[in-house]
């Protein structure tokens, strides 16, 4: 995301809310390195491993798919003051082919439907029109992490104020799965939470005042089973400091039972004109400044006449019959 702004308005605060549940901020910002995508099929070491878009979506491809449902509400304002606030409901079906579709609706009206089918991509907004076009990587797998990070999204903003601590184990549908819990503390057990740039550089000295969290996470795969994180921070505002709370609550079912995803019924992208290339190419190197003419070298001499042009004998006209 890009640099922290102070907040001025009502307007401006509402915005905020944007910033800290940046889903899609957060999950582009989550970059992959060479050593990033895929958990092991063993014991998770690191929660944040689990919570990690790129890697729960490779997870939810290895146990052959599921339904990943999950609501996360986001609220900020001024202190003392009236917060805004926005809640998010997101469902996700992976089948055993590793199409997709999810959906996603919050309480301001807004929401969109995404579904993968083999190597074609629909996307529709709330009310609006299913439009289908090729499917290009990174998108669908960008679109999908977008989709899995309000669980990452919580977790990289309490992470550096956060104590991570084993809770045991308990068996989930008959497999082994470890459960994390999350209580305010020095950043123990949190690893690898990186330092944020841009807008998200103010997590780095927000505070957190409340903070109570439970994962569970499959051994075997490194899936993430269920999450419940809830946090209250506080921030340097302008000119009041922000306060807000964070909350996620996540739950996986239908593991390797999800029913394929179908094709849906879309419209095909409508390919707009050229006109921009088309005119540029037309009218490249009309403005372009001409090179200077070369002088002319000593002693050369010029094709050009600059004195009087020498008149001849005049030529005698046609003649006329009398």
């Given at each position: 995301?890009?640099?922290?702004?102070?907040?001025?308005?009502?307007?401006?605060?509402?915005?905020?809310?944007?910033?800290?549940?940046?889903?899609?901020?957060?999950v582009a910002g989550c970059k992959r390195g060479k050593d990033q995508g895929t958990v092991p099929a063993q014991k998770v070491a690191v929660l944040a491993d689990a919570l990690r878009p790129d890697a729960f979506a490779a997870a939810l491809k290895r146990i052959g798919g599921a339904h990943f449902h999950a609501t996360a509400r986001f609220s900020a304002g001024p202190a003392g003051g009236t917060p805004n606030a926005v809640t998010t409901t997101t469902d996700v079906w992976v089948d055993r082919s590793g199409n997709y579709r999810f959906r996603e609706q919050n309480d301001r009206d807004g929401g969109r439907e995404v579904v993968l089918h083999?190597?074609?991509?629909?996307?529709?907004?709330?009310y609006g029109k299913m439009i289908r076009r090729v499917a290009e990587e990174p998108?669908?797998?960008?679109?999908?992490?977008?989709?899995?990070?309000?669980?990452?999204?919580?977790?990289?903003?309490?992470?550096?104020?956060?104590?991570?601590?084993?809770?045991?184990?308990?068996?989930?549908?008959?497999a082994r799965a470890t459960v994390f819990e999350l209580q305010p503390g020095d950043g123990k057990g949190a690893e690898r939470a990186h330092a944020s740039d841009g807008l998200r550089k103010w997590r780095d000295k927000?505070?957190?005042d409340a903070l109570?969290?439970?994962?569970?996470?499959?051994?075997?795969?490194?899936?993430?089973?269920?999450c419940d994180l809830t946090a209250k921070f506080a921030t340097a505002g302008d000119p009041k400091p922000v306060e807000g709370t964070v909350e996620v609550h996540t739950v996986l079912t239908e593991v390797a039972s999800t029913a394929p995803i179908e094709r849906p019924p879309a419209e095909d992208l409508a390919m707009r004109q050229r006109t921009q290339p088309e005119q540029k190419e037309l009218l490249r190197g009309l403005g372009?400044?001409?090179?200077?003419?070369?002088?002319?070298?000593?002693?050369?001499?010029?094709?050009v006449r600059t004195g009087p042009a020498k008149q001849g004998p005049a030529k005698p006209g046609p003649k006329v019959a009398p």
């Open positions: 995301m890009l640099r922290y702004r102070r907040l001025t308005s009502k307007r401006a605060w509402f915005v905020g809310i944007a910033i800290i549940s940046g889903v899609a901020g957060v083999g190597r074609e991509l629909a996307v529709a907004l709330r998108e669908p797998s960008r679109l999908l992490e977008e989709a899995l990070g309000a669980p990452f999204a919580v977790f990289d903003l309490v992470a550096r104020r956060a104590r991570v601590a084993r809770a045991g184990e308990e068996l989930v549908g008959g927000a505070s957190i109570q969290g439970r994962v569970v996470v499959d051994d075997a795969t490194g899936a993430l089973v269920r372009q400044v001409r090179p200077a003419a070369e002088p002319p070298r000593p002693g050369a001499k010029s094709a």
